[in-house]
């Protein structure tokens, strides 16, 4: 087999395991974080539940993503099982995430309110914060998925070589 077909192969196969390694990474980060949408107006919140045991997890995030975003509109807020307010803001850009403390095991909610009386889509968020083991692996598929590209470029540039020295 040539060198030139050997790295194509190689690399078409560093490209499939990188994309399976993606959606593996992608559900084992995503793993109990409960995810929500919908039209968040000054009549209408965004509620999303999730669920935490404090002796599995210590802190929290939560994330919200304003499609039609309007500064010093919208503000999210994370309510405690025992119904307190934990962790509140004005939300100043059209995607944020931030951390919060789990204190106790039940369900968490993470409420997203407007001021406006237009209706926006709203995505949010709510789960344990990934451990930097579970966060690697969304780095590592990146990783393999470009070395799998430059070797199809490396190929691709070996073979067009070695074609014009053919013709030479």
């Given amino acids: ?10 690399s078409g196969a560093l490209i499939v395991i990188g994309l399976i390694l993606l959606v593996v990474g992608t559900q084992i980060i995503l793993e109990g974080v409960s995810q929500g949408s919908g039209m968040v107006s000054m009549n209408q919140d ?3 539940l999730g669920e935490f045991r404090s002796e599995e997890f ?6 919200v993503q304003i499609m039609e975003f309007k500064e010093n509109t919208f503000s999210a807020k994370v309510f405690d099982p025992s119904g307190i307010e934990i962790s509140s803001g004005l939300i100043q850009a059209e995607t944020i995430e931030r951390e919060f403390e789990i204190g106790q095991t039940g369900s968490y909610e993470l409420v997203v309110r407007s001021s406006s009386n237009e209706e926006t889509q709203v995505f949010g968020a709510i789960g344990p914060l ?5 966060k690697s692996l969304g780095f590592l598929p990146s990783y393999i998925l470009v070395a799998g590209m430059i070797g199809l470029v490396v190929s ?11 013709f030479r």
Avoid at 1 to 10: G, N, P
Avoid at 58 to 63: F, L, S
Wanted: proline share 3%; no cysteine.
């Fill in 46 to 48: 965004l509620v999303i």
């Fill in 156 to 166: 691709g540039i070996y073979g067009i070589k070695k074609r014009k020295n053919q």
């Fill in 1 to 10: 087999m040539q060198k030139s077909a050997i790295v194509l192969v190689a």
């Fill in 58 to 63: 210590t802190y929290g995030v939560y994330a």
């Fill in 130 to 134: 990934p451990d930097a083991g579970k």
